[in-house]
């Protein structure tokens, strides 16, 4: 029985948008559960647009997510003189042929189509004409002799049989008139190249399988198997493109979103197994099929996104969450100070509650990282005369402590309540405040506990 070997495509001429993502965890995920091959192929024949900065964006991003690919990356731009080669086999078999219709012709032919409100398909005019009466000031493109009698049935793996009238399929457009081959053409042969046995991507790519698979048999190739799973949605039900907001990893690394997490939403995004919701990277590779890619778009859930990444913050290790927050620190705001990951590590029980990002933990942290302490203007209006005074009293008692735990501190803080006739939020606001420049954030034990006495009075002691 062969491998089975998947591959996934992208062009570098943007960042790796978040659909791209999910087909390349699908094509991955389907060839380890059969213990196959995945590969990664830059088509980088747009030589205007492609970028390098846009392939390292898009080898970073599937490393990031955890999706590795066998073998180094297949340049598709390195493989240029095997697509002519097959368009001139092609040619010569008698399966395409010379096409000198001028800009202007099937410019006037698109606009004849587009005024009577039909799909336009190139009339064939070069089919069967002699390269005798060819004009000399033109340069063919070479075009692919499409069927034009009968029905193609495509067995997709999880559409079903998808029928298709031949003669709707116009002779395509195989080799330009500048001698570069075309998409269809392109990877057509690379795919056999590689030896794919399963094509999974798109279902706006069913047009091109039909094309593709023409040349396959053109050229006595064994047909790979084909998969086309929906596109992505916008909770509106609008195509989600490169243009929305949160459209890349990009935009998920920079709020927080953690990698398992987004895999495990991205898993989940159009496939289900039983009523299973979270999957470990073992149970993905072990429970993925292709029976349970739904057939219809799914709509991008940010709040779903934030709920699962919520989880994984609650429930991995936290060596491996203050790792993530490291990392994330690192990228996205300043790094953690050395000699300050002892006592955020200690913390981080209490940082990560109700922390759904990396980021709400690493804003809950700031009062550890930084050793200055600026309280917003908003914060500020709150301390009063009164409150300034109970910070007074509150220092002098904690003054007269020996141990510094939640244990000591209750009391001092409840007959702080008492004395000024005032509930928990009147002594803990403004201590909070003092501590971490907003009247937001962790309870204020977990504070003066993470802080310890000796930062807390000298903390305190400057607002005085």
Not at 78 to 92: F, R
Not at 253 to 279: T, V
């Amino acid at each position: 029985m062969k491998t089975v070997a998947t591959r996934f495509a992208p062009s570098p001429t943007g960042p790796l948008h978040i659909g791209g993502v999910r087909t390349a965890l699908f094509n991955w995920l389907y060839s380890k559960n059969k213990s196959g091959k995945f590969y990664l192929r830059i088509e980088d024949t747009d030589k205007e647009r492609s970028k390098d900065k846009f392939k390292n964006q898009i080898i970073n991003s599937l490393k990031w997510i955890g999706i590795n690919y066998d073998d180094s990356e297949y340049i598709q731009s390195k493989k240029i003189d095997d697509h002519i080669n097959v368009a001139n086999e092609l040619l010569k078999k008698g399966l395409a042929y010379k096409c000198y219709c001028s800009t202007d012709e099937i410019e006037e032919q698109k606009k004849r189509a587009k005024q009577k409100k039909i799909p336009y398909i190139y009339d064939r005019k070069w089919r069967n004409k002699s390269e005798t009466d060819a004009p000399k000031e033109i340069d063919p493109v070479i075009r692919f002799k499409s069927k034009v009698e009968g029905k193609s049935i495509l067995k997709d793996l999880v559409q079903g049989n998808i029928e298709i009238e031949n003669n709707t399929i116009e002779d395509f457009v195989i080799l330009r008139a500048d001698g570069s081959p075309t998409y269809n053409l392109s990877a057509s042969v690379d795919d056999h190249i590689m030896g794919m046995t399963h094509i999974i991507r798109g279902d706006d790519h069913k047009i091109n399988t039909f094309k593709q698979i023409q040349i396959y048999e053109a050229m006595n190739w064994e047909i790979p198997s084909f998969a086309h799973i929906p596109l992505i949605h916008t909770i509106d039900g609008k195509k989600l493109s490169k243009r929305d907001n949160a459209s890349t990893l990009d935009d998920y690394s920079k709020i927080g979103i953690m990698p398992n997490a987004l895999r495990n939403y991205l898993l989940r995004l159009g496939w289900s197994y039983k009523d299973k919701e979270i999957f470990d990277l073992n149970e993905s590779i072990k429970y993925f099929n292709l029976e349970g890619v739904g057939k219809s778009p799914s709509k991008l859930d940010i709040s779903r996104i934030y709920s699962i990444n919520e989880y994984y913050i609650k429930n991995i290790n936290e060596n491996e969450l203050f790792n993530f927050l490291k990392d994330y620190s690192k990228n996205f705001k300043n790094n953690i100070p050395e000699f300050k990951e002892e006592k955020i590590k200690k913390s981080l029980t209490f940082l990560k509650n109700k922390a759904k990002t990396l980021e709400d933990i690493y804003n809950n942290s700031k009062f550890l990282i930084n050793d200055n302490i600026e309280i917003d203007k908003e914060a500020q209006k709150l301390l009063d005369k009164n409150a300034n005074e109970i910070i007074k009293l509150f220092v002098n008692k904690i003054s007269e402590i020996s141990e510094f735990n939640r244990e000591t501190l209750e009391p001092i803080i409840n007959k702080l309540i008492k004395d000024n006739k005032t509930n928990f939020k009147g002594i803990g606001q403004p201590l909070r405040i003092c501590l971490t420049g907003s009247k937001f954030g962790p309870g204020i034990y977990d504070i003066l506990c993470a802080l310890g006495k000796e930062e807390v009075v000298r903390r305190l002691s400057q607002i005085r």
